[in-house]
T-cell receptor
Framework: KNEVEQSPQNLTAQEGEFITINCSYSVGISALHWLQQHPGGGIVSLFMLSSGKKKHGRLIATINIQEKHSSLHITASHPRDSAVYIC?????????????FGTGTRLTIIP | NAGVTQTPKFRVLKTGQSMTLLCAQDMNHEYMYWYRQDPGMGLRLIHYSVGEGTTAKGEVPDGYNVSRLKKQNFLLGLESAAPSQTSVYFC?????????????FGPGTRLTVL
């Protein structure tokens, strides 16, 4: 079982819909990251969080440490939101800090 | 600022050939990383560096070597390429490896080994 599981793997929605992408993890973590990978391949960091909720524009990220679960929400989705969204967790592995990435959720927003 | 740049963007190699991928960052970051991304798998750390002159192994280091002779550059070498090294390679940098550090990624290098 992967340490980081994302769902769904693929998501297609109409423009304007509310989008939710989920990330579950099985290890104790110090922080969780959400990243966006553009169709051209570039990767940018969206959020880093260790508790609660963060909001940036139409994007909202939440985390529940007890349930080992995080969600990324997109409100009023737009075709330019089409990308792969990657969850990554930061944990300690035998005293060394480790970043483990999920396999990503491919989001397609149809006009 | 250019951020993190990678050269080349694409490369095709034959089995057994060697090559070096160059990563450069202009943000004065201490930490630099090399990842590979394969279909159906998350990014996996190959090697990383915590400062000029230092390197360390990541999750999948076999078949690769790295050097960090200058703070702004991190080189990834393949001495004898194998088809299993066909992948997209990403370089990243960060100010620290602390709990809240943000990694800045390069655009990626798509490598095919025939």
């Amino acid at each position: 079982k992967n340490e980081v599981e994302q769902s769904p793997q693929n998501l297609t929605a109409q423009e304007g819909e509310f989008i939710t992408i989920n990330c579950s993890y099985s290890v104790g973590i110090s922080a969780l990251h959400w990243l966006q990978q553009h169709p051209g391949g570039g990767i940018v960091s969206l959020f880093m969080l260790s508790s609660g909720k963060k909001k940036h524009g139409r994007l909202i990220a939440t985390i529940n440490i007890q349930e080992k679960h995080s969600s990324l929400h997109i409100t009023a989705s737009h075709p330019r939101d089409s990308a792969v969204y990657i969850c990554a967790v930061r944990s300690l592995d035998f005293g060394n800090e480790k970043l483990t990435f999920g396999t990503g959720t491919r989001l397609t927003i149809i006009p | 600022n250019a951020g993190v740049t990678q050269t080349p963007k694409f490369r095709v190699l034959k089995t057994g050939q060697s090559m070096t991928l160059l990563c450069a960052q202009d943000m004065n970051h201490e930490y630099m990383y090399w990842y590979r991304q394969d279909p159906g798998m998350g990014l996996r750390l190959i090697h990383y560096s915590v400062g000029e002159g230092t390197t360390a192994k990541g999750e999948v280091p076999d078949g690769y070597n790295v050097s960090r002779l200058k703070k702004q550059n991190f080189l990834l070498g393949l001495e004898s390429a194998a088809p299993s090294q066909t992948s997209v390679y990403f370089c990243a940098s960060s100010t620290s490896r602390g709990y809240y550090n943000e990694q800045f990624f390069g655009p990626g290098t798509r490598l095919t080994v025939l």
